[in-house]
């Protein structure tokens, strides 16, 4: 079902232009082809003051990370996980896919699946717990962060010859999940960064997308649904989707510290909902940093597909590194969920030991 | 023993005056053909702050692995920390996609070997080795 409201955009021509790009890429596979192989799991234990879901102890998600040169230009990436079935639907996912053309020394092209460039956690560390500042993601990957698009991307790290970079993406849109353009392009992503380094980056970004049949779609995952949809004539149908985003990451010798601000909408109306993530490490040693976080995630009364209600997560953290391929995290933290018909206040204290080979 | 004293420090002495010192790094590079090479950008890709060379040619990073004698030398020049916090980085930046993977070597002979057999490969060592004719060399000061 597509109404009005969805941009009328179908550009089906998309998927011969993206079986042209790979016929292009096996006539140029004239260089050495190379394979790199990272395994990436981790292991949880949780005990709150209140009752929840979350298992004392869990066995998380693992992921087997590839990734390889198929020429002097073309490169591919591949991210496939693995949970046991009691935690999600399917115990096998492709997370990421995607082949890179280097068309020259700064700017490149990416077709396939990936994360969608729209903040730095998302763009950098998203299934790699070992990475990962603190145990869990920001809340509002939950729900307002759209993690994947499958589509066509364009990106760059030098425009102009100074240290901005852009990104560019058509998607096909989180309804139709790994279905590539199945309805055209659903999806824009545009974001700027400048990044001098590995050290620093700032990037902005502006994300649409158009989620068909929001009712029966729910964005990504199950349980975000509005259930208390204020517009009867908004329930069943197409809705936009805005996300903006800025972010913020610095290393420095002693400290790091990772921002991530979002406002978003749905319907292209009322005011926006609100996502704060804020991370602040000092590095005692190589080895042992401490760190406060604080995480919040507001959702407002008039939203028509995301539950109305505020939700929050702070407290404090240690990580104690072993080697370069294992982490050990511990966080005390406050956790308040307002959504809904939610009126928990929660004390939490979780411990991460997180691998990759 | 006082000319033996004499000889040594006028060796010193001509060593520190032609530049030659126990920290001083080369920095190699087999460029492809048709890139510009700068020391600047050089040094941007061994840090996995750049990926290619001109027209998009992967550059092939080829770094000291831990049994390496200038594991912790090369990585201090290079980044300012030690070499594990290099290896934690390259790491989470092949992780997110940024870079090609780097290659890890034992020894200044296995990485000049490396160097020299890829096209697009660059690396810093620890001293000069015969037959580098074909690469590009220059002398980083610490």
């Given at each position: 079902?597509?109404?009005?409201?969805?941009p009328?955009?179908?550009?089906k021509?998309?998927?011969p232009?993206c079986?042209?790009?790979l016929?292009?890429?096996?006539?140029d596979l004239?260089?050495e082809?190379?394979l790199e192989a990272?395994i990436?799991?981790?292991f949880?234990?949780?005990?709150?003051s209140?009752?929840?879901?979350?298992d004392d102890?869990?066995?998380g998600?693992?992921?087997?990370f590839?990734?390889?040169?198929?020429s002097?230009?073309w490169?591919?990436?591949?991210?496939v996980s693995?949970?046991?079935?009691?935690y999600r639907?399917?115990?096998?996912k492709?997370?990421r896919l995607r082949?890179?053309?280097?068309?020259?020394?700064?700017n490149?092209?990416?077709l396939?699946?990936?994360?969608t460039?729209?903040?730095?956690?998302?763009?950098?560390?998203?299934?790699g717990?070992l990475?990962f500042?603190?145990?869990n993601r920001p809340?509002?990957?939950?729900?307002?962060?759209p993690?994947?698009?499958t589509?066509l991307r364009?990106?760059g790290?030098?425009?102009?010859?100074?240290?901005v970079?852009?990104?560019v993406m058509l998607?096909?849109g989180q309804?139709?999940?790994?279905d590539?353009?199945a309805?055209?392009?659903?999806?824009?992503?545009?974001?700027?960064?400048?990044s001098?380094?590995?050290?620093l980056k700032?990037?902005?970004?502006?994300?649409?997308?158009?989620?068909?049949?929001?009712?029966k779609?729910p964005?990504?995952?199950?349980?975000?649904v509005?259930?208390?949809?204020k517009?009867d004539?908004?329930?069943?149908?197409?809705?936009?989707?805005?996300l903006?985003?800025?972010?913020?990451?610095?290393?420095g010798?002693?400290f790091?510290t990772l921002t991530e601000?979002s406002?978003?909408?749905s319907?292209g109306q009322?005011?926006?909902?609100?996502?704060v993530?804020?991370y602040?490490?000092?590095?005692?040693?190589?080895d042992?940093?401490?760190?406060g976080?604080?995480?919040?995630?507001n959702?407002?009364?008039?939203?028509v597909?995301?539950?109305a209600g505020?939700?929050s997560r702070y407290g404090i953290?240690?990580?104690?590194?072993?080697?370069?391929?294992?982490?050990?995290k511990?966080?005390?933290r406050?956790?308040?969920d307002?959504?809904?018909m939610?009126?928990?206040?929660?004390?939490?204290i979780?411990?991460q030991?997180?691998?990759?080979? | 023993?006082?000319?033996?004293?004499?000889?040594?420090?006028?060796?010193?002495?001509?060593?520190?005056s032609s530049?030659?010192?126990?920290?001083?790094?080369l920095?190699?590079a087999?460029?492809p053909?048709?890139?510009?090479?700068s020391?600047?950008?050089a040094?941007?890709l061994?840090?996995g702050d750049k990926?290619n060379w001109?027209g998009g040619?992967g550059a092939?990073?080829?770094?000291?692995?831990?049994?390496?004698?200038?594991y912790?030398?090369?990585?201090?020049?290079?980044?300012?920390?030690?070499?594990?916090?290099?290896?934690r980085?390259?790491?989470?930046?092949?992780?997110s996609g940024r870079?090609?993977?780097?290659?890890y070597l034992d020894?200044?002979?296995d990485?000049?070997?490396f160097?020299?057999?890829?096209?697009g490969?660059v690396a810093?060592?620890?001293?000069?080795?015969s037959?580098?004719s074909?690469?590009i060399t220059?002398?980083i000061a610490?």
């Amino acid at each position: 079902m597509h109404s009005a409201i969805a941009p009328d955009i179908k550009l089906k021509a998309l998927r011969p232009t993206c079986l042209g790009l790979l016929i292009v890429m096996a006539m140029d596979l004239n260089a050495e082809p190379s394979l790199e192989a990272n395994i990436f799991t981790h292991f949880e234990a949780y005990q709150s003051s209140e009752d929840t879901p979350i298992d004392d102890l869990k066995w998380g998600e693992s992921a087997l990370f590839l990734t390889g040169r198929l020429s002097d230009r073309w490169s591919f990436l591949s991210e496939v996980s693995l949970a046991i079935p009691k935690y999600r639907d399917k115990t096998i996912k492709v997370e990421r896919l995607r082949v890179r053309y280097d068309l020259n020394r700064n700017n490149w092209l990416i077709l396939g699946k990936v994360h969608t460039p729209v903040n730095y956690w998302n763009d950098n560390f998203h299934h790699g717990r070992l990475f990962f500042p603190s145990i869990n993601r920001p809340l509002s990957f939950q729900r307002f962060i759209p993690i994947h698009e499958t589509g066509l991307r364009l990106a760059g790290n030098s425009l102009f010859g100074t240290n901005v970079g852009y990104d560019v993406m058509l998607g096909s849109g989180q309804s139709n999940g790994d279905d590539i353009f199945a309805d055209g392009v659903q999806s824009y992503t545009g974001t700027l960064n400048w990044s001098p380094n590995n050290d620093l980056k700032i990037m902005a970004s502006y994300y649409r997308d158009t989620i068909i049949d929001h009712e029966k779609n729910p964005f990504h995952g199950s349980g975000h649904v509005s259930p208390i949809g204020k517009d009867d004539a908004s329930r069943s149908k197409d809705i936009d989707y805005e996300l903006i985003s800025y972010s913020m990451y610095w290393r420095g010798e002693t400290f790091t510290t990772l921002t991530e601000l979002s406002v978003n909408r749905s319907n292209g109306q009322g005011d926006f909902n609100e996502a704060v993530y804020q991370y602040v490490g000092y590095h005692y040693n190589e080895d042992i940093t401490l760190y406060g976080l604080f995480d919040l995630v507001n959702v407002n009364a008039a939203e028509v597909h995301f539950i109305a209600g505020r939700e929050s997560r702070y407290g404090i953290g240690i990580e104690y590194a072993f080697g370069l391929n294992t982490t050990l995290k511990l966080e005390v933290r406050r956790r308040d969920d307002h959504r809904g018909m939610m009126d928990l206040y929660n004390n939490e204290i979780q411990a991460q030991i997180s691998f990759g080979f | 023993m006082r000319h033996r004293f004499y000889q040594s420090l006028l060796i010193a002495l001509l060593l520190a005056s032609s530049g030659v010192t126990a920290q001083d790094l080369l920095l190699i590079a087999n460029v492809p053909d048709g890139s510009q090479f700068s020391e600047d950008y050089a040094r941007s890709l061994l840090r996995g702050d750049k990926k290619n060379w001109d027209g998009g040619i992967g550059a092939q990073v080829a770094l000291p692995s831990r049994k390496s004698q200038n594991y912790n030398e090369i990585a201090q020049t290079l980044l300012g920390f030690s070499g594990k916090r290099m290896q934690r980085l390259w790491f989470r930046l092949v992780f997110s996609g940024r870079v090609n993977p780097p290659t890890y070597l034992d020894s200044d002979a296995d990485i000049v070997r490396f160097v020299m057999e890829t096209e697009g490969a660059v690396a810093l060592i620890t001293q000069s080795k015969s037959d580098m004719s074909d690469l590009i060399t220059i002398k980083i000061a610490p």
